[in-house]
């Protein structure tokens, strides 16, 4: 029978997610209480990740079916998106962590979800720590196999799970990747992005359902722009977190 790539990425994600589902629910009602509270107080949650974890931030960020009051850090020297190869390196200089988060202009009372699979860059781990030092909670999403596997890229030996209030441990693999081929050495199919927008997703999901349980009849939850009415129901949220939310 021929061997198919495709199914064996479907089968290992498969895998993992179940991982995530038997091992992360508590974790997730507990940063899922962390960001409603927030929200119910007049704060925003703030989401960094440099490289690849940016796209999940992206995912997130000013998104249908998601709570509006998500601001999105970005710096495009460290997304991945825009002169790749440089940006692998920028995210590893330390001191650039505290500038983003003074950048982020944060009040108290506001959460931060910092994203990195690896967890040993400078720039995710000096957010999580400035965050922390600054009074603010913070969630970590990261990959604790691949996090603990290797040292801490920042001189303090530290990694952004040690910055963590909560962590969402996205079941990951060290290396990131989960398919093998016979006859070739290099693994392929990196797990991080999809298990990442799984997690957080969720996450987010359940921040609604807190925000009920607290009495909020109506979540602040984003209609899909392209349905008819769609950007009409979302201005009354934009004119809501305008002042505050930088990259809108």
Known sequence: MEEKGYIKYFDEIEKLQQKIRATQGENIEKAARLVAEALVNDGLLHVYGSGHSACVTEEIFFRAGTVAGINQILDLSLAGAVNAWKSAYMERLEGIGEILYQHSHAQPGDVFLVLSNSGRNAAPIEMAREAQ???????????????????????SGKRLLDYADVILDNQGVFGDCVVKMDGFDMPMGPASGVLGSYIIHAMLVQVAFCMRDMGVKKPPVFMHGNLDGGMEYNQALLDKYWPRIRNW
């Open 133 to 155: 030092k600054h009074g603010h909670k913070v969630i970590a999403e990261t990959c604790v196999e691949f996090s603990l596997s290797q040292p801490s890229r920042h001189s």
